[in-house]
């Protein structure tokens, strides 16, 4: 990005800034590491803010400031691991190129959520199950219980984690 806008090149991008993913708007790749993702930031920042560019028109000037709070909000959730994660799927799945901040600690905790409590029916009821036999001292039946919700929920680590720490009495 050039450090002088024109109105046409801010016109143009205002246009298909609904289009862009985070990554397309900040030119980095999927790949990107923070460094690179830090770096995109502040050109495209610079280039876009509307303090950088006083002298456009009105018209030009709000729509460099639109694009500007968009760059800001991409660098905000991509330099998030987690934030960033979320965005990841959530842009395989559902193709949205958007992602609000409290839509991303919304999934976040939502996925949080799911680890520590199951994210099915029966996985959930199960590990209730385990912690009120671990209440109760018996280790035993905690272990068999939160196996049984491992079942149905295999892949989840807060589940997993418990297990080992009732296995290693810690």
């Not at 024109?6 to 609904?18: F, H, K, M, Q, R």
């Not at 968009?70 to 799945?93: G, K, M, N, S």
């Amino acid at each position: 990005m050039t450090d002088r806008l024109s109105p046409l090149e801010v016109g143009v991008l205002a246009g298909i800034l609904d289009e862009l993913d985070y990554y397309q708007l900040l030119e980095v790749p999927r790949a990107a590491p923070p460094a690179d993702v830090k770096q995109a930031y502040y050109a495209s920042a610079r280039s876009f803010h509307p303090d950088a560019n006083r002298e456009l028109d009105g018209g030009v000037l709000a729509r460099c400031e639109r694009i500007s709070k968009r760059i800001t909000e991409a660098y905000c959730v991509l330099r998030d691991p987690r934030q960033r994660a979320a965005y990841d799927e959530r842009l395989a799945e559902t193709g949205r190129v958007r992602i609000q901040l409290a839509s991303a600690r919304v999934e976040r905790k939502r996925a949080e959520q799911e680890t520590r409590q199951g994210a099915t029916p029966q996985g959930r009821q199960f590990f209730r199950l385990a912690l009120q036999e671990a209440d109760r001292g018996n280790l035993d039946a905690a272990l068999q219980k939160v196996q049984i919700a491992l079942t149905f929920e295999p892949a989840n680590s807060g589940f997993a984690a418990q297990r080992d720490e009732w296995k290693t009495g810690t």
